[in-house]
């Protein structure tokens, strides 16, 4: 299952509702439930407001999940690829030596 760091800032409008974020984040979660995907968020002190681990199925949910996040208008987000011990293994074998 695909895994992506998500990094994030709120936009104008995301800040001004900052009361509401614990709230929005469960409704995203439950969103992102209903393609198969999963968010586990912290907020954070310094150049990015907060970060997600996102879990996908696949690259397609994880992208459709990421662009109703955006569509929302409250944050923006970074977004990379992140690979666990074995799929690292796995790449670095084929990678050879």
């Known amino acids: 299952m695909p895994t992506y760091l ?6 104008e ?7 509401q974020t614990t709230a929005r984040v469960e409704q995203i979660k439950a969103d ?5 995907v999963t968010l586990d968020v912290r907020w ?3 150049p990015y407001d907060g970060m997600a681990i996102v879990e996908a199925p696949d690259e397609e949910s994880a992208t459709a999940a ?7 208008g409250n944050v ?3 977004t990379m690829r992140a690979f666990d011990s074995d799929e690292m293994a796995r790449i670095l074998e084929r990678a050879g030596s």
């Open 76 to 78: 923006r987000t970074t």
């Open 44 to 46: 954070t002190v310094g």
């Open 13 to 19: 409008a995301g800040i001004k509702e900052f009361r």
């Open 6 to 11: 998500t990094l994030w800032n709120w936009t």
């Open 66 to 72: 990421l662009l109703r996040l955006g569509s929302a």
């Open 32 to 36: 992102f439930g209903k393609l198969g």
